[in-house]
């Protein structure tokens, strides 16, 4: 079993950044592709972010985050972390950290979920 915990979401106004964290716990936790999704109302969860632990050459993001926002990891505290920079208030909506077990990352193929964080950006 893989525990996800994510941290950091809030209100902020566009152009603003936001960091938020995901702790990953779990004896095999650090075997699995680390993400994150996020979901509106009404709309299917989507990727934004993806990566291996500590491997920055498998990273991938959503065409409208590039260059605005950050995937990383830091394994000696398992963790998973994304920057958010320039905010737009189309970012709004609750962010979820994945692990999953296939890459690219996708919906069907993720394992584990964390219980989502809240973004909130204003125009």
């Known amino acids: 079993q893989v525990q996800l915990v994510e941290s950091g979401g809030g209100l902020v106004q566009a152009g603003d950044s936001l960091r938020l964290s995901c702790a990953a716990s779990?004896?095999?936790?650090?075997?699995?592709?680390m993400g994150w999704f996020r979901q509106t109302p009404g709309k299917e969860r989507e990727f934004v972010a993806g990566?291996?632990?500590?491997?920055?050459?498998?990273?991938s993001y959503t065409d409208s985050v590039k260059g605005r926002f950050t995937i990383s990891t830091d394994i000696t505290k398992s963790t998973v972390n994304l920057q958010m920079n320039s905010l737009k208030p189309e970012d709004t909506a609750i962010y979820y950290c994945?692990?999953?077990?296939?890459?690219?990352?996708?919906?069907?193929?993720?394992?584990?979920w964390g219980q989502g964080t809240q973004v909130t950006v204003s125009s």
């Open positions: 994945a692990a999953g077990s296939r890459w690219p990352m996708a919906n069907p193929f993720i394992d584990y």
């Open positions: 779990g004896r095999t936790a650090t075997t699995y592709v």
């Open positions: 990566t291996g632990w500590g491997d920055d050459s498998v990273t």
